[in-house]
């Protein structure tokens, strides 16, 4: 049984990693069993939020827009994390985001984890849907505000909790097996580090983008050189090679 340990959750702009951002952290720092402190707050993703986020979140863009500074934000929940083993549902999603700052910014990040997914889908019958809101139903569990951070930790760490005292009451299951399902694995995530767009890309962006009367919001702070390759090779096979900037 886990006494001591900090539960995370991440809402972001989207599913890809390298595309995407984060818009909201929540963390719940365990210990003696017991939430002994708590992390959240909205980040700016500098980046408009697709309606279908905000539909599935609540979270808008009017909400991020004074919202803390990813930096600020992210490297507040690294410190807050420490050196616990952390736990999550499908945590190496949320973890990945985390180690693509951290790759960005030069900054070591190796976690332990325990994945509330992973212990359902041992304990659980195949059919049984998995995802958070279906397990707080399956068990009970009540929610206040679907899809924010720190409610979904905290509904995470009462899921946990739940697991961890069923498997310990499982009597088919031997006391290794007990021990196997709770023994924290190293997240494995391979992500490569996020350079900013070159000079040349930039104003070849912005080229195409007033030859063409293109209306798409670009955030040309941090804007990557891959996202800047892509949108160019977008541009391009939509609208040709305009003359004077071959």
């Known amino acids: 049984m886990w006494n001591d340990y900090t539960v995370i959750d991440l809402e972001m702009t989207g599913l890809s990693v390298k595309e995407d951002r984060i818009t909201e952290i929540g963390a719940v720092r365990v210990q003696n069993g017991q939430i002994a402190d708590t992390y959240g707050m909205l980040v700016n993703p500098h980046r408009p939020i697709p309606q279908r986020i905000t539909e599935i979140t609540g979270i808008t863009d009017a909400m991020v827009e004074n919202a803390m500074e990813p930096d600020e934000a992210i490297g507040g929940l690294i410190d807050f994390i420490g050196e616990d083993v952390i736990v999550g549902q499908n945590v190496i999603f949320d973890y990945s985001f985390l180690k693509q700052w951290a790759v960005n910014r030069k900054r070591p990040l190796e976690l332990k984890a325990l994945d509330t997914l992973k212990l359902a ?103 990557t050189r891959s996202q800047a390759s892509r949108l160019i090779d977008q541009y391009y096979a939509a609208y040709g090679r305009p003359q004077k900037i071959r």
Not at 153 to 165: D, S
Not at 168 to 186: H, I, N, S, T
Not at 198 to 218: C, M, N
Request: charged content about 35%; aromatic content about 6%.
């Open 121 to 223: 889908r041992k304990l659980l019958p195949q059919e049984q849907p998995k995802n958070l809101e279906a397990l707080c139903s399956y068990y009970q569990i009540r929610r206040e505000q679907g899809h924010r951070a720190l409610d979904d930790a905290i509904q995470t760490q009462r899921l946990f909790e739940i697991l961890m005292n069923e498997i310990a009451k499982r009597p088919e299951l031997k006391e290794r097996d007990k021990e196997a399902y709770l023994k924290p694995a190293v997240l494995q995530c391979k992500v490569k580090k996020q350079t900013p767009a070159t000079s040349h890309q930039v104003e070849r962006l912005r080229e195409l983008i007033d030859y063409y009367q293109i209306e798409d919001e670009i955030i040309w702070d941090t804007l």
